[in-house]
């Protein structure tokens, strides 16, 4: 399977919202729990959000209420809406299934997301 491909970051003030996007391939992708992670520099590799192929969707604590997954089955896509967000959002973000440790497919590059005033 090729990776997937992340797209959307930037550079945005605190407060700001940006919308990720993911493109996977393959059709496990429609059958798969779907999550973003993200990770800084130095630290490990961390589950921001989930969707389980029924639609719920889970979140880590400081981002609830903040961001929403989404997912488009017929595209075989993943979307992140980041809202209100905050310094400690910045890192790289990158999608693939949940969980990390039966992950489907190889790292993609990520979208860099940096939160500066």
């Known amino acids: 399977q090729v990776q997937p491909v992340e797209s959307g970051g930037g550079l945005v003030q605190p407060g700001g919202s940006l919308t990720l996007s993911c493109a996977a391939s393959g059709r496990i992708f429609i059958h798969s729990t779907m999550a973003w992670y993200r990770q800084v520099a130095g630290k490990q590799r961390e589950l921001v959000a989930s969707i389980e192929t029924t639609g719920r969707k889970k979140y880590k604590d400081s981002v609830r209420g903040r961001f929403d997954i989404s997912r488009d089955n017929a595209k075989r896509t993943l979307t992140l809406q980041m809202n209100g967000l905050k310094l400690e959002d910045t890192a790289v973000y990158y999608c693939?299934?949940?969980?990390?440790?039966?992950?489907?497919?190889?790292w993609g590059q990520g979208t860099q997301v940096i939160v500066s005033s």
């Open positions: 693939n299934s949940d969980p990390i440790s039966m992950r489907l497919w190889a």
